[in-house]
């Protein structure tokens, strides 16, 4: 998982919200089981991996801070592929995390 971008938009006059998107890299290895047991593999994966954050939308646990409020997180497959010279195939999970923050602290 690694961070791709950080966004801002102010609220009002003391509340900003930011955007934190991360893309999670999924990969299968297709070398024993064949393209299309792995892909149905990596297609169960994604989903696991989009259910954990489906049922937790505010990652609970997660300590934010205290100027921060945590507002929701909005997983979604950015793209597919296969690497053949590398006999994988991976899945893109990219991953929005929105927070609240208090400006006036």
Same mark, same amino acid.
């Given at each position: 998982? =690694?961070?791709t971008?950080? %966004?801002?938009?102010?609220e /009002? ?11 999670? +890299?999924l ?25 954990? =954050?489906?049922?937790?939308? %505010?990652?609970?646990g997660? /300590? ?11 997983? +979604? ?12 195939v ?5 991953l ?10």
């Amino acid at each position: 998982m =690694f961070q791709t971008s950080i %966004t801002g938009k102010r609220e /009002n006059n003391y509340e900003n919200l930011r955007t934190y998107s991360f893309d999670i +890299a999924l990969y299968y290895d297709v070398q024993y089981s064949g393209i299309s047991t792995s892909m149905a593999a990596l297609f169960d994966l994604v989903d696991d991996v989009l259910n954990k =954050f489906d049922k937790d939308e %505010t990652l609970t646990g997660v /300590n934010v801070g205290g100027k921060y409020t945590m507002i929701d997180v909005e997983p +979604a497959i950015s793209e597919w592929g296969e690497v053949p010279d590398k006999k994988i195939v991976g899945a893109i999970v990219n991953l929005k995390v929105r927070v609240s923050f208090n400006i006036t602290t």
